[in-house]
């Protein structure tokens, strides 16, 4: 094995040591430094030396030092054998921490695993908990001792820095409540929501334990309450997007806010105004919610032009560590279909209503997608004689949930599901011949990234009729930190039916099956997979329809 100049002094006799700038001046010295550093005495450099090979995982380095010149063998790599958690007996598991054993015993690894014990002890009520570290080089095992305490409940909260928004306001934004359990996670949420709201340029909380309560106090820094955000994606579906997005949220002391967002693609364009103005004198988390909307989308079977103009009630609230986010209200709606089938122009009113849920854990590693659930319930309906010929509804109901099979951390495999049904209900358009009397988006068009990966785009259309039912489940199997640079890769699965009828599908049965791979850049998240379209039980009504492979990219989107 060839050996290694570090410099004139300092010889590796086996192989080579990667040094920074700054260590290679610890070592060496550098000449147009300051005096003290020009040189460095050989007992020095041995001494940092050791350091950094230590910090590399190399724990039996050997060296030899004459009057002019220090040599170094620095050994193999001491690799962790056994991870020993002592004090915390069924409430932490050794088993679970991953990339420890069999990886270089360094000290960053033991940060790792202090992190990960503080963190699911915190996560279980045990809000103020010691823990110390230690490494035996001889039989390269990590030692750790917890020291849990007690488990806590929340006792108050107090706050500097708010300086004029109202706390009782802001308080919306809270996890938690008093009384309940501890847990970090309810904490990192809040500090979270109240960052990515604009309200503040930071936010932490700090904990006081005393015996089995816990005091938290969030200091916050308030900065302009205004936020602009501008962002790129791309996707082989919907070609280059862009999105710019501003905020307002210091309308007034309670926090007011109104959101402006625009959208920009080939495929569609968008533009949303909204607003939570928190004005009721009733309650301080129930807000109006004026909200305006302007859309031209272009699809396989349609193009499309649509203005809403609506006023909504709204709240949200945490309750048994899920958000709640419920809104209803009325719209006044213009639409005209520029192509396709559908009333070529119309104005209605319809009443509109969503509640979605999401548990904490979900929010929480919501850009990692590792694990969680949530869902939603979306209602939109109009009334024949105001402004509509039909009497008709739509109900959508979705589910999403991942699993870190396991429990592993990091995960190893995450299993991702997502359920979907959608209802149109309308006994007057039961007909087909009939069924261009309903507007566009009383109408189920399927396939693409959304739903069935098999299928282009919403491709699956009867020739630009639509669907009234549809049911649809995806599965995905994610295989997490095991190829190198963080890349994902992932298997592929999905199945629907779709109903001609209302409440009614039919039999053809659309099947996708495939591959992919997913990294989490730093900049979004790019996905790449090919999955092959298959019709089962297919009839009359679905033999026009392609069964190949479809590639999709994109960055920016999520399963």
């Known amino acids: 094995m060839s050996e290694q100049i570090l410099c004139d002094h300092v010889i590796v006799q086996d192989g080579r040591i990667p040094l920074t700038k700054n260590e290679e001046v610890l070592v060496c010295g550098r000449n147009e430094a300051v005096e003290g550093w020009r040189g460095i005495p050989l007992p020095q ?3 940092q030396l050791n350091v950094i090979l230590q910090n590399q ?3 039996h380095a050997r060296f030899e030092r004459t009057t002019t010149q220090l040599r170094v063998w620095k050994g193999p790599v001491t690799n962790t054998s056994e991870l020993k958690i002592s004090g915390a007996e069924g409430l932490v598991n050794a088993g679970k921490k991953r990339k420890i054993v069999g990886y270089p015993l360094e000290p960053k690894k033991l940060d790792e695993v202090n992190e990960w014990i503080d963190m699911s002890l915190r996560r279980q009520g045990y809000a103020c908990p010691a823990i110390k570290l230690s490494a035996q080089a001889w039989d390269a095992t990590i030692l750790a001792a917890a020291e849990p305490g007690e488990r806590r409940r929340i006792s108050k909260v107090e706050t500097t820095g708010l300086e004029s928004l109202d706390y009782e306001s802001i308080r919306r934004y809270e996890a938690f409540q008093g009384g309940d359990f501890y847990d970090v996670i309810d904490t990192q949420i809040t500090a979270a929501r109240l960052l990515n709201q604009g309200l503040f340029q930071s936010a932490y909380f700090t904990t006081q334990c005393y015996d089995d309560k816990v005091d938290l106090h969030l200091f916050t820094g308030v ?27 210091h309308l007034d002391d309670k926090a007011s806010s109104y959101t402006a967002s625009l959208h920009g693609s080939p495929i569609k364009q968008k533009l949303n105004i909204s607003s939570e103005l928190y004005w009721l004198p009733i309650s301080k988390r129930t807000f109006l919610g004026p909200r305006f909307k302007m859309e031209r989308r272009k699809e396989p079977a349609y193009e499309l032009f649509k203005t809403v103009l609506g006023i909504d009630l709204g709240r949200e609230w945490d309750w048994q560590k899920v958000r709640w986010q419920g809104r209803v209200g009325p719209s006044s709606n213009y639409e005209k279909t520029l192509t396709g089938i559908g009333p070529k122009e119309f104005k209605t009113v319809s009443w509109e209503g969503s509640l979605n849920l999401m548990n904490h854990i979900y929010e929480a590693f919501s850009r990692e997608q590792y694990e969680g659930w949530n869902a939603g319930f979306q209602y939109r309906g109009q009334r024949q004689g105001i402004g ?23 995960p190893l495999f ?10 149109i209900d309308s006994k007057q358009t039961s007909n087909l011949q009939e069924r261009d009397t309903l507007p566009i988006d009383y109408r189920i068009f399927f396939g693409g990234d959304e739903n069935i990966r098999g299928f282009a785009r919403e491709s699956l259309n009867k020739h630009g009729l639509g669907y009234l039912t ?32 209302r409440y009614t599908l039919d039999p053809p049965l659309f099947v996708t099956s495939g591959l992919g791979i997913r990294w989490a850049s730093p900049f979004g998240t790019l996905r790449g997979s090919a999955a092959h379209g298959q019709i089962w039980h297919g009839d009359q009504s679905s033999k ?5 492979w479809v590639y999709f990219i994109s960055f920016g989107q999520e399963f």
């Open 470 to 501: 549809a049911a649809h489940a995806g599965f995905e199997l994610r295989l997490i930190e095991e190829l190198p640079y963080h890349l994902q890769p992932f298997l592929l699965a999905d199945v629907a039916r779709l109903g001609t009828d």
């Open 223 to 249: 900065g302009k309450g205004r936020l602009v955000r501008f962002g790129l994606g791309a996707s082989t579906e919907e070609l280059p997007f862009a999105d710019l997005w501003f905020k307002n949220t």
């Open 414 to 423: 995450v299993f991702a599901s997502r359920f979907e049904a959608i209802a």
């Open 388 to 410: 509509s010929s039909v009497n008709v509804d739509r109900y959508d109901v979705t589910f999403k949930h991942l699993w870190n099979l396991g429990a592993y951390s990091p």
């Open 544 to 548: 026009d329809y392609g069964q190949h």
């Open 45 to 47: 450099a041995q001494f």
């Open 57 to 59: 995982g190399y724990l």
